[in-house]
C-alpha cells in the first residue's frame, strides 16, 4: 500500500492516529483530526498525500492506512528503547528546555543523541520508501531535524521544507548543545526552513553567520527574502510563518450552543466573573505563577473569592519526566491551598481538571469566560490565545497574554503581562477586570480586532504560505 507514489509527504513525530481499546480488550486504530491535519488535508488529498509518523504507543503500530479522506497514513515503530532515549530524553529533556531559553537546565546525553540519530534515520528509511520521484516532504518539528540533511543525500530528487513549532533560541544558548554543527546540517538539508516569527529566524541566521556560512537577505513572514548558502553549493531560504488554527471549529455559535454557555455558567454558580486557563501541563506555560498570582489577589482583598471563579484545564502531558512530574504537584499544591483559604463548600473557587476534553466543550468554556489568562515563560506560538479570540465574535473578554508567547506579536491589543513578574500578572488580570467593567466599549473594540486578526490569519493561511515559498524556492 505504501508504495513510492506519494507526491506530498508530511512528517511528524505524532501520526494523526489514536489507538482505541475495547472493554473486551480488542485494540483499534482510527485517525484523530487536529489543527496541522486540518490546515494539510486539502493539499494532502489534492496531491495524492501520505503522512509518515509514530503512532504515539511505543511498541504498536498499525499497518499503513487510509483515512476516510483518502490521506495515508504511514507509522514509524518505536520501542520502549527508542521512546526513552529519543523522544523523553533528548527531545524533551534535552531540546525542549534548550529552546525554551533554559526554564529548566536541558540535560545533554550521549545515549540520548545516539538515539535520536537513529529514530531520525529510520524515519528518513520510511519517508524515502513513500515518496515518489521529484516529491515535496514537509517535515515538521524539533524531534526531526537531522531528517532533512539525511533525505537530501538518499534522496536529492526530493524538495524538502522544514518547520519549527518551537522557539528558536540565541546563537548563544543553542551554542551549548553538544551536538550543534550536527544538527545545524541537518536543518540545512531542506529547501525552505520556517519559524514561527521573525525573532526566531533571526536567531537562526545569526547562528549560520557565526558558523562563517554566507547569509544574505533580511527575514520576512510569509515570504522568503533571506538566504544560508550551503557548503555544498545550494541556497536554503528561511523565514517567518506564524502558524494559526482551524478558525471553522470555532465560530459559529447557535443558540444550542449560546445556552450550552449559559450552562456551563449556571454550573459553576453564577459567578460575576469567570477566568480560564487551558493548557498541557508543561512547565513553560506558567501554570502556577498564574495560581500564585491569583491566590495573591485574593489574599489581599483585591478580588472576592465570591465573586470570580479561575478554571484551568490542564492536559496531561510526559508525565514520566522529572520536571513534568514537580510542575503537577506544584499545580495541585497550590489548587488545593487556595481552594483550601477561600472556597465555600459546593463552590469551589479554582476549579481544576487534570484531563484534555473535547473540542466541542473547550469553544463553550472560551466563549464563556470573561478573562482568558495565558501565561507561558516562553512559547512558540500558543494557539489556546488565537482559539480564545476566535470564539469571540461577540466582542466580549479579555486577553491576559505573556509577552513571551508568540501570539503575543499577533495581538498586541491583549492585556500584556510579563509571567516572571507575579507583580505584572496581576496588575494585567485587575486591568483586564476593571477594563471590562468601567470601559466595555473599549475592550470591546480590543477583542474585536484580535478576533479580526485571527479570522483572517487562520491555518490555511500558514500551509498555503508556506508551501508556495517552498514551490517558488524550488523553482529558482
Ligand atoms: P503546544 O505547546 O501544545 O504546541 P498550543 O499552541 O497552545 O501549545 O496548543 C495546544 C492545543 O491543545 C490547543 O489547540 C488547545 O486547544 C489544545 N488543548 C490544550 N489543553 C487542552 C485540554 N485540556 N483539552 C483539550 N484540548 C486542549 C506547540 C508549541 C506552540 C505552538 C504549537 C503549534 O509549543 O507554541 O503554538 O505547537 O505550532
Avoid at 296 to 312: N, R
Wanted: net charge negative; aromatic share 8%; charged share 25%.
Amino acid at each position: 500500500m505504501s508504495g513510492r507514489d506519494n507526491d506530498f509527504v508530511v512528517v511528524a513525530n505524532r501520526l494523526p492516529v489514536d489507538l482505541n481499546t475495547a472493554p473486551d480488550g480488542t485494540r483499534t486504530w482510527s485517525a484523530s483530526p487536529g489543527g496541522l491535519v486540518a490546515a494539510l488535508s486539502p493539499v494532502l488529498r489534492t496531491q495524492q498525500g501520505c503522512w509518515v509518523g509514530w503512532p504515539g504507543v511505543p511498541d504498536a503500530a498499525p499497518d499503513p492506512f487510509y483515512t476516510d479522506d483518502g490521506i495515508l497514513l504511514h507509522p514509524v515503530r518505536l520501542n520502549q528503547a527508542d521512546y526513552e532515549g529519543f523522544y523523553e530524553g533528548f527531545s524533551n529533556a534535552t531540546l525542549w528546555p534548550l529552546y525554551h531559553d533554559l526554564i529548566v537546565p536541558p540535560v545533554y546525553n550521549l545515549d540520548w543523541w545516539y538515539a535520536y540519530r537513529e529514530v531520525n534515520l529510520r524515519f528518513a528509511d520510511e519517508v524515502a520508501e513513500v515518496a515518489a520521484e521529484g516529491a515535496t516532504v514537509w517535515v515538521q518539528d524539533y524531534q526531526l531535524q537531522l531528517l532533512p540533511g539525511i533525505l537530501r543525500q538518499k534522496r536529492p530528487d526530493l524538495t524538502i521544507g522544514f518547520f519549527l513549532h518551537i522557539p528558536f533560541p540565541s546563537a548563544d544558548l543553542y551554542s551549548q548543545l553538544p551536538w550543534r554543527d550536527e544538527l545545524v546540517r541537518g536543518l540545512l538539508g531542506a529547501d525552505v526552513i520556517g519559524f514561527h516569527l521573525e525573532s526566531n529566524a533571526r536567531n537562526f541566521l545569526d547562528l549560520a553567520r557565526r558558523l562563517e556560512l554566507p547569509v544574505s537577505g533580511e527575514v520576512s513572514t510569509r515570504k522568503i527574502t533571506a538566504h544560508i548558502e550551503t557548503p555544498d553549493g545550494r541556497s536554503v531560504g528561511v523565514g517567518a510563518f506564524p502558524i494559526s488554527i482551524e478558525v471553522d471549529e470555532f465560530t459559529d455559535f447557535d443558540d444550542a450552543a449560546l445556552a450550552g454557555v449559559d450552562k456551563l455558567r449556571a454550573d459553576l454558580g453564577t459567578p460575576k466573573h469567570v477566568i480560564l486557563g487551558v493548557d498541557r501541563l508543561d512547565y513553560t506555560k506558567g501554570i502556577l505563577q498564574r495560581l500564585l498570582a491569583f491566590e495573591e489577589l485574593l489574599e489581599t482583598g483585591a478580588l472576592d473569592p465570591a465573586e470570580v471563579t479561575l478554571v484551568q484545564i490542564a492536559t496531561p502531558s510526559r508525565e514520566r519526566i522529572e520536571h513534568y512530574k514537580k510542575t503537577r504537584s506544584q499545580v495541585e499544591e497550590a489548587v488545593g491551598r487556595i481552594n483550601g483559604s477561600f472556597s465555600q463548600l459546593g463552590k469551589p473557587v479554582v476549579h481544576y481538571q487534570h484531563r484534555s476534553i473535547d473540542k466541542k466543550v473547550l469553544r463553550l468554556l472560551y466563549r464563556l469566560a470573561d478573562i482568558m489568562l495565558v501565561t507561558p515563560f516562553k512559547d512558540g506560538m500558543n494557539l489556546v490565545a488565537k482559539e480564545y479570540a476566535a470564539c469571540h465574535d461577540d466582542a466580549k473578554g479579555a486577553l491576559v497574554l505573556s509577552e513571551f508567547a508568540g501570539a503575543a506579536d499577533e495581538l498586541p491589543e491583549a492585556n500584556l503581562c510579563n509571567p516572571f513578574d507575579i507583580e505584572s500578572v496581576k496588575r494585567s488580570l485587575l486591568t483586564a477586570i476593571k477594563g471590562l467593567e468601567d470601559q466595555p466599549e473599549v475592550m470591546a473594540e480590543r477583542m474585536r480586532i484580535m478576533h479580526e486578526q485571527v479570522m483572517t490569519h487562520d491555518v490555511k493561511l500558514w500551509s498555503r504560505a508556506f508551501l508556495d515559498s517552498l514551490k517558488e524556492a524550488k523553482r529558482k
